[in-house]
């Protein structure tokens, strides 16, 4: 197992050597802040509807709120390469035909990206912090948001592993793992017109659903249960493809 | 004289659905031995290449490495093995030292080695000079010499290289020859080429491969002792039929190439050659040319793998009609 950490410090180094890496921190960052600017001067001049809502409640659910769909968009353009492009160049043949096993370099991979997602990550948790000069926060509620977005950023990571692992186009692959990511959002809504159940079902497997509990503070471990199996399956998946491939390419 | 086997390659088949892409090849490699594997395009070369370096799978058969097998123990085996494929395994936006740290990484190496393996693989390929050059900006030539560096940078006892000097100018070429005859004298080497006279400048045998089919495994000395020493191309401006030069005592085998030209191949214990040159002396046959053939590869690969070919389009043929 101790080929993980070179593939993963590999991977997150490659990132920084591309001028996207910068354009996904910049672009992130740059979006979020306009969103947190429109929040806080919501919270100074509140509208009647926001009335016995607190700072953390408007400003901090708000912007995590945003940032999971922003990331829904970005992470397609992180992930697309992972395996697509070693497809293209070429450079698998130097990892399959390396001393290392096909979870190794899943694994090293897809804790690469996670790393790079935990940056992001980092960049957005300065902005509500930053209001701790100023004044306080409920701590406990954007703990628990963090650790949403978190848990929401790595199954994002491990459904785009496994979609860069299907195709040797970037393109396909970014574009494929934004489809399934808009469909896991919105699933809850397809569950609307149908009976209870069929409403349960889907509500419970929408990624926003559970992402909402945490940013609201509730920490409930069947909502972090559910992100760490969607997690695990895609990269199991993705071994499985990549072992597959070898025998059946 | 070292005889350790270091790759065995027992009845490996490969399936692509149901086009059979290698079929039953069976060989090892010794320690010490540089193997050509010679091959049309599309043989199944790079697959068999793929398959023995464990990027693919066999769909039957076994491969093993210094004594390990491929499939059960790949770390073990992949862990003496370098593999150069066809298209060099490059990360464009590394420098060369960036990119050769992680393959040395990646094949298991401790860190504390890496700075020393790095600058002896740069200078048995050349490279001292451009550590610090991204890879994208290499020609590529200098390219190719990155993807030989990785392969050996971790000293494996195997290396695989997959048409090395494909691409390059003539002095380098001949420095890719010469670094792949010196890894051949203390690892074993598997070169796939098709350009034939490279293999007879660096191969101690050579493999044939035709339809993925395995048609020849023989030492290359053995196919010279054979069959070149007793083979001329002979020229003449007034050519004698050829039943005429059949007649001579000692000669084997007559073949004409063109108007002018024979190719005879004779028993090298007779004065068959004194004899031809005699008559031709004699009767004003007008000789004017006489090349010891000793481009016998040539020779075998076209005759192993076109004569084959028209065979099998024969039968085709016979079967439509």
């Known amino acids: 197992m101790n080929s993980i950490m070179p593939i993963a410090m590999h991977e997150l180094r490659r990132m920084f050597k591309s001028p996207l890496a910068w354009i996904i921190l910049a672009v992130v960052q740059f979006l979020l802040a306009i969103f947190f600017l429109i929040l806080l001067s919501q919270f100074m001049n509140p509208a009647p509807w926001f009335a016995g809502h607190g700072l953390t409640e408007i400003v901090v659910a708000g912007l995590l709120q945003i940032a999971g769909i922003v990331l829904l968009l970005i992470t397609p353009f992180i992930t697309m390469h992972l395996f697509s492009e070693e497809r293209r160049t070429g450079t698998i043949t130097l990892l399959f035909s390396s001393p290392i096993t096909i979870t190794e370099l899943v694994l090293g991979k897809y804790f690469g990206t996670v790393c790079f997602l935990l940056i992001i990550l980092m960049l957005i948790a300065l902005m509500p912090l930053s209001l701790l000069l100023g004044t306080q926060l409920d701590l406990g509620q954007l703990g628990a948001g963090l650790l949403g977005l978190m848990l929401l950023m790595s199954s994002f990571a491990a459904i785009g592993l496994f979609i860069s692992t299907l195709t040797s186009q970037t393109s396909v692959a970014a574009i494929t793992t934004f489809g399934i990511l808009f469909l896991l959002w919105i699933l809850n809504l397809a569950g609307g017109t149908g009976s209870e159940t069929f409403r349960a079902i889907f509500t419970y497997l929408s990624l926003l659903n559970h992402y909402n509990n945490l940013i609201d503070g509730m920490f409930n471990s069947v909502d972090v249960i559910y992100y760490l199996i969607i997690s695990i399956t895609f990269i199991i998946l993705s071994i499985w493809r990549l072992d597959g491939e070898r025998l059946h390419q | ?321």
């Open chain 2, 1 to 321: 004289m070292n005889r350790e086997i270091l790759i065995s390659v027992e009845q490996v088949s490969r399936y692509y659905g149901d086009y059979c892409a290698v079929n039953n090849v069976s060989f090892t490699v010794e320690r010490g031995e540089v193997l050509g594997f010679l091959g049309p395009n599309g043989a199944g070369k790079s697959t068999m290449m793929q398959i023995i370096s464990g990027v693919l799978t066999a769909s039957t058969g076994t491969v093993s490495i210094a004594g390990f097998d491929i499939i059960d123990a790949p770390k073990s085996a992949k862990a003496h093995l370098g593999f150069l494929p066809e298209q060099p395994p490059l990360y464009i936006d590394l420098t060369v030292d960036e990119y050769l740290h992680y393959a040395a990484r990646l094949r298991g190496m401790s860190k504390a080695n890496i700075p020393a393996a790095i600058e002896h693989s740069k200078r048995r390929c050349g490279l001292e000079t451009s550590g610090k050059r991204l890879i994208r900006n290499l020609s590529k030539g200098f390219q190719q010499r990155v993807g030989i560096a990785q392969a050996i940078i971790h000293a494996p006892a195997v290396v695989i290289l997959d048409e090395p000097t494909e691409g390059l100018d003539p002095n380098q070429i001949r420095e890719i020859r010469d670094l792949i005859r010196e890894l051949g004298n203390d690892h074993g080497v598997i070169l796939s080429t098709h350009i034939l006279p490279e293999a007879q400048t660096v191969c101690d045998r050579v493999l044939i491969i035709h339809e993925g089919r395995l048609v020849l495994d023989e030492r290359l000395d053995k196919l010279h002792k054979d069959k070149h020493k007793n083979s001329v191309r002979i020229a003449f401006k007034r050519p004698p039929s050829i039943e005429t030069i059949q007649t001579i005592a000692g000669m084997d085998n007559v073949e004409q190439i063109d108007n002018q030209r024979f190719r005879i191949s004779f028993n090298p214990d007779s004065q068959a050659i004194d004899k031809l040159t005699q008559q031709s002396a004699h009767s004003c046959w007008g000789l004017f040319e006489m090349i010891p053939d000793t481009n016998t590869l040539e020779e075998t690969f076209v005759r192993l793998t076109r004569g084959e070919r028209q065979e099998t389009l024969q039968k085709n043929n016979e079967v439509n009609t």
